[in-house]
Every structure is written in structure tokens, then in C-alpha cells.
């Protein structure tokens, strides 16, 4: 399979509650809103965001979303359809399968998502994230979907298993937390055959 094509995807793209489409400079403001909160962020890989930094990484989402881009990732506002609201972003970050034989030209991603904690506890983040799987699978044809949570990331875990992931492994102790505790990690995955979309 060739290297997946990012522009050939049409946008915007709806689910029952949600609009996702490419994330733009003008998201800057709603995407701080979150990601500079640190209930938000405790269970990311960065810390609060600043008005600076927030437009630095969605920069780097346009550009690695751009055809022949070195690290190829699809950067997806989540907007409330009424509003035009963005209340969350998602990401599905591609790479070649690993192959330690014939060459392959298959390809994978790794999705993560982060929402606006006045929408958590509606199902919204299994909606966007289901979405993503349905980017990954139907439309890039990609042959596996992963993602990490942090075990006691109690929300994140059951948002996985709600869209039909497998806990295919946990980490003990593996990343030294913000509070300078040791977090399990648990990685879920999803391979094409298995993906009931």
C-alpha cells in the first residue's frame, strides 16, 4: 500500500454530535482554553500550555499534515455543530509498519485526543475517537490503531474499551508522572480485521 495520503481526505467530517476538520491558526484561543488547564494536561505529555506554545504545536499539526511531510499527522479540531465551538482536538499520527523480514508498505497510527473538560462525561471523546479509527481504517487503510493511557487515567481507558480497542499490554512503572510518582501505561490497539466500524 502506498504512503498514506493526508490531503486526499474531504472535510469536514460529522458524527452524531460532533464536526471534526484540520485544525487552523485561528484555533488557537479555543485549544489554549483546554490545554493551558492542568486538570487537562495531567495525563499528556506536556505540561500547561501558553498562548505561544499552543500556536507552535498547531503549526507543526498543519505542516506534518501536509503531503510528503517527514512524520506525517492528521491534527483535527472537534467543533460542537450548533456552535462552531471547538471543544477538543484529536490526532492520528501515522508511521510505516515494522518489518524485520520482507519490506512492507503497510502502515499504522496512534490516535490521542484531548477535550475541553466543560464537555467530559457526555461520550464525546468515544465519539471523536471512534472517528478517528474510522479516518484510520476505511479511508487511510491502515493496518493497526493504538493508543496509550496511563492506568489510573480511569476516563481515557474507558474511552478506549467503549470504542472496541484491546488492552494488549501495560507497562509497569514505566513514566515518572508529574506528581514523581511511577505510572503504569497501558497500550490498547485495534488491527483493520478486527475494526467493527
Do not use: C
Not at 42 to 70: F, K, N, Y
Amino acid at each position: 500500500m502506498p504512503r498514506p495520503d493526508l490531503s486526499a481526505l474531504t472535510w469536514p467530517r460529522r458524527t452524531d454530535r460532533l464536526v471534526l476538520r484540520p485544525l487552523t491558526p485561528d484555533d488557537v484561543d479555543a485549544v489554549l482554553a483546554y490545554r493551558g488547564l492542568p486538570e487537562v494536561v495531567v495525563h499528556l505529555s506536556h505540561g500547561v500550555l501558553d498562548r505561544e506554545q499552543v500556536t507552535a504545536r498547531i503549526a507543526d499539526r498543519i505542516a506534518r499534515g501536509l503531503p510528503g511531510a517527514g512524520n506525517p499527522l492528521l491534527g483535527l479540531a472537534v467543533a460542537d455543530p450548533r456552535t462552531g465551538r471547538v471543544v477538543g482536538d484529536v490526532m492520528l499520527r501515522l508511521e510505516p509498519s515494522h518489518s524485520i523480514g520482507p519490506v512492507t508498505d503497510e502502515w499504522e497510527g496512534t490516535i490521542g485526543y484531548a477535550l475541553h473538560p466543560d464537555v467530559h462525561g457526555r461520550g464525546l471523546a468515544a465519539e471523536a475517537a471512534a472517528a478517528l479509527l474510522a479516518i484510520g481504517f476505511r479511508d487511510l487503510r491502515l493496518r493497526r490503531i493504538t493508543a496509550d493511557a496511563y492506568a489510573d487515567n480511569v476516563a481515557s481507558n474507558r474511552v478506549l474499551h467503549r470504542i472496541g480497542m484491546r488492552l494488549e499490554s501495560t507497562s509497569v512503572a514505566t513514566s515518572l508522572g508529574k506528581d514523581g510518582t511511577w505510572l503504569d501505561d497501558n497500550t490498547w490497539a485495534l488491527l483493520r480485521e478486527e475494526w467493527r466500524g
